[in-house]
């Protein structure tokens, strides 16, 4: 007869489960010893529960199906919840096994005592306690299939005691896990979308990480309306890509001209977009079509709200719309575009091979001419985001995962474990920040024992450039930013790495070269310009203000010589306000 842990893991299998991330302990000994003795599993060991929830995440992210990871009692499941709290935010399928002290002393101030079901409450759909074993079968059941239904994570907590008694039922169930139907409006809803579009002389469109499988649809409307295409972040892989409309990306990494685009246009298309920034909106004039009716006029106020998939509603508005012959508004802002990524985006990446620090940009352009056509790459927040957002170019078979919508940092690296088990043939990169990769370095051994060919090229400016530019912005100097010199490249050498340390450009390319043809686990660490920070399209007189209230204060404090250094990194790059 089962346990109810080896019911678990054996149902787990049976619905297309291939591994367990996370750290043994304790309360959680019986489900690693179902794992131990279940044909087809297998138990990850990471350095960290916190990287267990990421990698969980990643895999579930590039693979679209259920991924699973575990922690311990108290401590050790509290550690999922930021990798927990991410995969939720980026609709990842994840189910969290959160094992639990022994029933019989819950509510007794245990040692290591916490409530899991309740902790887990706001990163989750789903997060129940089991509490005997005829419920536990029927509770993994609803976790799964809520987690891949709703699109974010489940948690089952089991106190070790249940785990290790007699299942109840058959030995294993047979789950045939559904993700949801797309959303199609109404003929109604279609019928005045269509006319408020063709009412539109200036149509610009606006896509999300919802025009995910609708590219070909959002390019066949985009000429019908003559209509520039603007994305986020998270829209910038699905949609950018063979596109003849683009005019680049808004937000505060944004670049090019789409919030003058969004700006100028009479009718503005959010496609399957929950943009958070609701500044950079115009908060009028704006037509909104989500999958999720959550979404729909949570960051500005609507003309129209349809709910639906981005593929299936563009389908069905298409032949509805009368094809403009005025193309001008599109012609406009494509010259303006191409104007601001001459100054903007190729500002760093010419005729700069002998300048020393590296300059970021340079080196993120050179990695996305390295990297394979079909790579997966995992960013850290902060600063590798928006080299990533400018530089890596996406061409439909790439794919970029980060913490866009949750912002932690760390999670490159596990992003990048979690990715590369789930294809083990495919190129990962890991665009790492010297402070993200610093939080959870010690996963770096998890690389070395699983020989996982992934490949962490780290941005070492020792400092935290986004929080730098942050307290610019606000009118404070730079404090507590910025860390001493770091030699990643020997810590990844002293796990068992293959690694390289870069501080001359000409050799970057060679270094990438070099390090991607290598087999197994590879680091290349590339000392980057500090000063180099991130311009947002859009500068308000307030950002001025206190840009420059923070450089007099950096300045009064004795660091001319340094805001010099500033103004010179970044004169080429700063857009007149």
Not at 481 to 497: L, M, N, R, V
């Amino acid at each position: 007869m089962a346990t109810v842990a080896e019911q678990l893991v054996r149902t787990l299998r049976n619905a297309g489960v291939e591994r367990i991330y996370g750290i043994v302990g304790d309360s959680l000994n019986p489900i690693v010893d179902a794992v131990r003795r279940t044909d087809g599993m297998d138990w990850v060991h990471v350095r960290h529960e916190e990287t267990a929830g990421f990698a969980a995440a990643a895999e579930a992210q590039v693979t679209g199906t259920l991924a699973v990871c575990a922690g311990s009692c108290g401590p050790g499941n509290l550690h999922l919840i930021n990798g927990l709290f991410d995969a939720h935010r980026s609709g990842a399928p994840v189910l969290a096994i959160a094992s639990h002290i022994p029933s019989v002393q819950i509510g007794t101030g245990f040692f290591q005592e916490t409530h899991p079901d309740r902790l887990f409450d706001e990163c989750s759909h789903f997060s129940e306690l089991v509490t005997q074993p005829d419920s536990a079968l029927r509770l993994l059941r609803i976790a799964m299939q809520t987690a891949v239904g709703r699109h974010g994570v489940s948690v089952l907590t089991i106190p070790g005691d249940v785990a290790d008694r007699r299942a109840a039922g058959p030995e294993a169930d047979r789950v045939r896990l559904v993700s949801p139907s797309p959303a199609v409006p109404t003929p109604e809803q279609i019928i005045e979308l269509a006319d408020l579009l063709n009412s539109g002389e200036k149509v610009m469109l606006f896509a999300g990480a919802g025009c995910a499988g609708a590219h070909d649809e959002v390019m066949e409307l985009a000429d019908a309306l003559a209509a520039p295409v603007g994305h986020s972040l998270g829209g910038k892989e699905w949609i950018q890509y063979d596109n003849p409309f683009d005019v680049g990306m808004s937000g505060l990494l944004g670049y090019g001209a789409c919030y003058e685009a969004m700006h100028d246009a009479d009718r503005v298309v959010l496609l399957g977009t929950d943009f958070p920034y609701d500044n950079f909106l115009p908060q009028a004039r704006t037509v909104q079509i989500d999958a999720n009716p959550a979404n729909l006029g949570r960051r500005t106020v609507l003309d129209l709200a349809v709910h639906g998939d981005v593929r299936a509603t563009v389908e069905a508005v298409l032949p509805l719309l009368t094809p403009r012959t005025d193309r001008s508004f599109l012609g406009r802002t494509l010259r303006k575009h191409v104007r601001k990524l001459e100054k903007v985006v190729d500002a760093y990446t010419t005729r700069i091979e002998h300048r020393r620090p590296i300059h970021p940009e340079f080196a993120a352009s050179t990695l996305d001419e390295v990297a394979a056509d079909d790579a997966v790459f995992t960013v850290d927040t902060g600063m590798c985001n928006v080299w990533a957002a400018r530089y890596l170019t996406p061409n439909g078979r790439r794919r970029v995962l980060g913490s866009f919508r949750h912002g932690s940092m760390a999670n490159a690296l596990p992003h990048a474990i979690g990715a590369q088990l789930a294809h083990p043939g495919r190129q990962v990169i890991s665009m790492s920040g010297d402070g993200g990769l610093s939080m959870l370095m010690g996963d770096l051994l998890t690389l070395s024992a699983y020989d996982l060919p992934v490949k962490v090229v780290v941005f070492n400016n020792s400092t935290l450039g986004m929080v730098k530019l942050e307290m610019l912005v606000d009118g404070l100097p730079d404090y507590g930013t910025d860390s001493p010199p770091t030699d990643f490249a020997a810590i990844a050498a002293a796990c068992g790495i293959r690694s390289t340390r870069v501080e001359d450009p000409r050799e970057v390319r060679a270094g990438l070269e070099r390090a991607f043809a290598a087999p197994g686990p590879g680091l290349v660490e590339l000392v980057t310009d500090p000063n180099a920070l991130s311009i947002p399209p859009r500068i308000t007189g307030e950002m001025v203000r206190g840009f420059a209230l923070g450089a007099s204060r950096t300045v009064l404090n004795g660091g001319v010589g340094k805001m010099v250094e500033l103004a010179r990194t970044n004169l080429r790059n700063a857009p007149r306000p």
